[in-house]
């Protein structure tokens, strides 16, 4: 079965300092991993995406993501942070056969001023 | 880029009513939707595949007969929770995945539909 798990329900970070969400993934097959944010009362942003290759990807409003296939993560990154990033980040894995999204548990991510 | 619109935003209604939500497409042609429910500070949680077309596809434990599911055109899909009582209160948000072309692994979210019921 495929499925992600983010570690962490809670990132705080300074403003201007780099910040991590880490996820890591257990699938079947070859990825196809997603980050979506969350503000709130509202529906999900696409940020990035990873499906093939540069195992770098970069995303919507300065976010980027690495693949790690060793390691079974696919961390979001951004190397200065900015107080309107607080929200709620979600990564997510693609399963078949409709192309559904299994979503991870949620990190709350707090860019402190 | 893509843009999914949900209606209402929110409702409140009495226990035993029945509750329809929107979700279209506006920019684009999406032979499938989702609907998902999500509880305060959780995450998503995939209720049912919609197809354009043909019959929704639920996931496990989600009452078919409770969710009503239409996907009448290729830019709306619609979900009714019959006879709702206070533990449907939720906020539901569907998603579209463009058809076409290099996007087609992206879903795109509606804004969410609060659903307080009395």
């Known amino acids: 079965a495929q499925s992600v798990a983010q570690p962490e329900d809670q990132v705080n970070v300074a403003e201007g300092n780099p910040l991590t969400v880490k996820c890591t993934y257990s699938?079947?097959?070859?990825?196809?991993l997603f980050w979506y944010v969350q503000y709130p009362n509202r529906g999900l942003q696409f940020l990035l995406k990873?499906?093939?290759?540069?195992?770098l990807v970069k995303g919507s409003y300065g976010f980027e993501a690495e693949f790690n296939k060793s390691q079974t993560s696919f961390h979001l990154k951004k190397p200065s942070a900015l107080v309107s990033d607080s929200a709620l980040y979600f990564c997510?894995?693609?399963?078949?056969?409709?192309?559904?999204?299994?979503f991870g548990s949620g990190t709350q991510l707090t860019v402190l001023p | 880029g893509a843009v999914v619109s949900q209606h209402p935003s929110r409702v409140i209604c009495k226990s035993g009513t029945s509750v329809k939500i929107e979700c279209r497409s506006l920019?684009?042609?999406?032979?499938?939707m989702f609907w998902y429910r999500q509880f305060p500070k959780k995450s998503l949680m995939l209720m049912a595949t919609?197809?354009?077309?043909?019959?929704?596809?639920?996931e496990q434990g989600v009452e078919k007969d409770k969710f009503l599911i239409n996907h009448a055109s290729l830019t709306l899909s619609t979900l009714t929770v019959t006879s709702a009582h206070p533990e449907d209160s939720s906020f539901y948000i569907c998603?579209?995945?463009?058809?076409?072309?290099?996007?087609?692994?992206?879903?795109?979210f509606g804004p969410g539909t609060r659903l307080l019921v009395l």
């Open positions: 990873y499906i093939t290759g540069d195992n």
């Open positions: 998603s579209a995945r463009d058809r076409a072309g290099q996007s087609s692994e992206t879903q795109y």
């Open positions: 699938v079947s097959g070859n990825p196809y």
């Open positions: 919609s197809n354009e077309g043909s019959k929704a596809t639920y």
């Open positions: 920019d684009f042609q999406a032979t499938t």
């Open positions: 997510a894995v693609r399963r078949l056969p409709a192309r559904q999204l299994t």
